[in-house]
């Protein structure tokens, strides 16, 4: 039965709860509690929050009507997607002006609300858990395309020095090349995909086939009506609303930065840093003052 259109998660285990075993109703109560959190989670973050098992968490979507948990989150999402609009909106503007600084200081200013808003949606749970699985992992694969493939070579540059291995799939070389890349995922790869709309279908085809063939799936993305959160294990959103363009970068961009900075604190010794200064230096610019100094 497809309860994604015509009724809401949210109400389905409200009504149901009461009649549900003890185990089941562990889990009900978790995302009555905490819808937004509950709706964010994989099935594995879920299982654990409500201390019980994946295989029961699985059970009891299915028992609610579900084909399975990713069914079930995609419709949990759903209803969260309005508070990703604007957080506010550009007032007493009856005719969009035409000068240009006055078109910047708006997309500057969009741009500041929407890291307001990917901060408000920061899930403490999900950031430690996306820090750990890119620690963790084997092979660190990134895939983007559109507006969001230059974000993937800029993640894969922040990611590189605490990973063993990272590789980026950004378009380049076609379709081919990025599917051929990823039928190597598996047990102990992290599949990180960063889309924003207009979504791309390969990125979502893709990030399906690495959690398929068993790799862990990190989703870094706009919203949570993005069309791949229901296939990620964890997901981190960066609002990307725009006037003028169709999405805007900077709140993935900021994501991904402040993800790096969790890695080098916990990562990066001083000795590290000491060190590629040092080997740096002589390619880095430095007036005359600081030379004499």
Same mark, same amino acid.
Do not use: W
């Given at each position: 039965?497809?309860?994604?259109?015509?009724?809401?998660?949210?109400?389905?285990?409200?009504?149901?709860? +009461?009649?549900?075993?003890?185990?089941?109703?562990?889990?009900?109560?978790?995302? /009555?509690?905490?819808?937004?959190? =509950?709706?964010?989670?994989?099935?594995?973050?879920?299982?654990?929050?409500?201390?019980?098992?994946?295989?029961?968490?699985?059970?009891?979507?299915?028992?609610?009507?579900?084909?399975?948990?990713?069914?079930?989150?995609?419709?949990?999402?759903?209803?969260?997607?309005?508070?990703? =609009?604007?957080?506010?909106?550009?007032?007493? $503007?009856?005719?969009?002006?035409?000068?240009?600084? $006055?078109?910047? %200081?708006?997309?500057?200013?969009?741009?500041?609300?929407?890291?307001?808003?990917?901060? @408000?949606?920061?899930?403490?749970?999900?950031?430690?858990?996306?820090?750990?699985?890119?620690?963790?992992?084997?092979?660190?694969?990134?895939?983007?395309?559109?507006?969001?493939?230059?974000?993937?070579?800029?993640?894969?540059?922040?990611?590189?020095?605490?990973?063993?291995?990272?590789?980026?799939?950004?378009?380049?070389?076609?379709?081919? %090349?990025?599917?051929?890349?990823?039928? %190597?995922?598996?047990?102990?790869?992290?599949?990180?995909?960063?889309?924003?709309?207009?979504?791309?279908?390969?990125?979502?085809?893709?990030?399906?086939?690495?959690?398929? @063939?068993?790799?862990?799936?990190?989703?870094?993305?706009?919203?949570?009506?993005?069309?791949?959160?229901?296939?990620?294990?964890?997901?981190?959103?960066? =609002?990307?609303?725009?006037?003028?363009?169709?999405?805007?970068?900077?709140?993935?961009?900021? /994501?991904?930065? +402040?993800?790096?900075?969790?890695?080098?604190?916990?990562?990066?010794?001083?000795?590290?840093?000491?060190?590629?200064?040092?080997?740096?230096?002589?390619?880095?610019? =430095?007036?005359?003052?600081?030379?004499?100094?």
């Amino acid at each position: 039965m497809n309860r994604e259109v015509s009724v809401s998660p949210i109400d389905l285990v409200a009504e149901k709860r +009461s009649g549900l075993s003890q185990s089941h109703r562990k889990i009900a109560d978790f995302i /009555l509690g905490q819808p937004f959190r =509950a709706a964010m989670m994989g099935i594995e973050e879920l299982a654990a929050s409500a201390s019980v098992s994946a295989a029961t968490v699985n059970r009891f979507v299915r028992g609610l009507g579900f084909d399975g948990y990713a069914q079930f989150r995609g419709a949990s999402v759903r209803p969260f997607h309005g508070t990703m =609009a604007p957080v506010e909106k550009l007032r007493g $503007q009856k005719v969009r002006p035409t000068e240009a600084d $006055q078109i910047m %200081r708006e997309s500057l200013r969009r741009s500041a609300a929407n890291l307001a808003l990917s901060e @408000q949606f920061l899930i403490r749970e999900s950031c430690e858990a996306a820090a750990s699985a890119i620690l963790k992992a084997r092979r660190v694969v990134i895939v983007a395309l559109g507006i969001a493939a230059p974000l993937a070579r800029l993640a894969g540059d922040l990611l590189e020095p605490y990973c063993d291995t990272v590789e980026v799939l950004d378009g380049r070389g076609g379709p081919e %090349r990025m599917i051929r890349r990823t039928m %190597r995922l598996g047990q102990g790869d992290l599949l990180i995909a960063l889309t924003l709309p207009r979504y791309s279908r390969m990125t979502i085809d893709l990030l399906r086939s690495g959690r398929d @063939q068993g790799a862990r799936t990190l989703g870094i993305t706009d919203g949570p009506d993005s069309p791949i959160a229901p296939l990620c294990d964890i997901v981190l959103f960066g =609002a990307a609303e725009h006037d003028v363009l169709h999405g805007s970068c900077v709140g993935l961009l900021a /994501l991904t930065e +402040s993800l790096a900075a969790v890695l080098a604190q916990r990562q990066q010794t001083v000795a590290d840093a000491t060190e590629l200064t040092k080997r740096i230096l002589p390619h880095l610019f =430095a007036d005359d003052t600081d030379l004499a100094s």
